[in-house]
């Protein structure tokens, strides 16, 4: 009984320590712990020896089952540790992999200009004033004394809208139609800029586009002067270009003023000495004038009582210069490439 009892622990002990699952070690005590094992024979078989053998070999029969019980507990233990691990492994969440991050737009390089512009003149007292795309003929040419036979009215300049009955509108070529609309809208005195997107007929190039931008400016009010028109581009200049830029002015003709100014800027980059931006020091940047009695009359102004200033300047030119684009296409394109270099600019 004894050599059972030693083979069957001996046996036990491998078949727990095989067992590769919490039902393969189940299986394997019962085939040597249960009621039918040799094991539980013997132990059956202790009643029946002399008291002397019964103790000796019950103290047998106890050693081998706390053994086996211990090799079981542990067994199963590991078992289960292995299979939690085994279920967290496939429910693992792999907290190290990088997240898929949006991507964050930015403010395209004609808008952060535009706002440039319209704080720094908000800033000053201005307001900003708007208007329709598509004008008549009076508001974009007449009101602003631009003759029947001006070179803007051709068909080579202006887009026309063709709506039946309506003979006369055209995408406006200007945001000056903005100012008649503002004068003709209320009494002076009147400080607004106008910002807008305006047409003309025009081949793309590395210069030119057939939709493009403009900011307009319009003061009138008693006692203004060529003075006031100067100091508050220079200012508008040194916000847009830097302290120290210096504004010159020089004879231009524009129908809807007068006398009429091509204003440029000192160049920031070489600082009016002459470089590859620049040429000669100055860059054009803006016209400009006072505004002419004609336009005051036809909007409704005593042209005897107030005077003003008008000025108007391309914002894809401003942005050209300020990030130093050269090809006025970019702006267009929609190149996220392009535009991205715009995340933090201003
Ligand atoms: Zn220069």
């Given at each position: 009984m004894q050599l059972t009892l030693e083979t069957e622990r001996e046996r036990g002990l491998r078949l727990i320590d095989e067992a590769t699952s919490v039902e393969a070690l189940d299986a394997a005590v019962t085939a040597v712990m249960g009621r039918k094992s040799a094991f539980s024979e013997v132990q059956r078989g202790l009643g029946g020896l002399p008291a002397e053998d019964r103790r000796r070999l019950g103290l047998v029969v106890n050693e081998a089952r706390d053994a086996l019980r211990a090799a079981e507990a542990s067994r199963r233990e590991g078992l289960q540790r292995a299979g939690e691990a085994t279920l967290l492994a496939a429910d693992r969440v792999d907290m190290s992999l990088p997240g898929r991050r949006p991507r964050a737009g930015s403010l395209h390089p004609l808008t952060l200009v535009e706002d440039l512009i319209v704080d720094v003149f908000l800033r000053l007292g201005f307001r900003v004033a708007e208007g329709p795309e598509i004008e008549d003929d009076w508001h974009n040419f007449q009101a602003l004394n631009i003759p029947l036979d001006h070179p803007a009215r051709t068909m080579k300049d202006s887009l026309y809208v063709a709506i039946p009955g309506h003979p006369e509108l055209l995408l406006r070529t200007e945001t000056s139609a903005v100012q008649v609309r503002t004068m003709r809208s209320q009494p002076p005195p009147v400080y607004v800029i106008a910002p807008g997107r305006v047409y003309r007929r025009e081949t793309p190039d590395a210069t030119h586009l057939p939709v493009f931008h403009q900011v307009e400016g319009l003061v009138v009010d008693e006692g203004i002067t060529f003075a006031d028109l100067k100091g508050t581009l220079e200012a508008m200049a040194k916000e847009l270009f830097g302290e120290?830029?210096?504004?010159?002015?020089?004879?231009a003709y524009f129908p809807f003023v007068e006398p009429g100014a091509e204003i440029g800027v000192s160049c920031f980059r070489c600082d009016g000495v002459g470089c590859r931006v620049c040429g000669n020091g100055w860059i054009e940047l803006l016209g400009a004038g006072m505004v002419h009695p004609h336009v005051l009359e036809n909007c409704g102004y005593d042209a005897e009582r107030y005077t003003g200033?008008?000025?108007?300047?391309?914002?894809?030119?401003?942005?050209?210069?300020?990030?130093?684009?050269?090809?006025?296409?970019?702006?267009?394109?929609?190149?996220?490439?392009?535009?991205?270099?715009?995340?933090g600019a201003a």
């Open positions: 120290g830029r210096r504004v010159r002015l020089g004879p200033f008008a000025f108007g300047m391309g914002i894809e030119r401003v942005a050209l210069l300020r990030y130093s684009i050269p090809d006025i296409r970019l702006l267009v394109e929609g190149d996220s490439r392009f535009l991205a270099q715009f995340g």
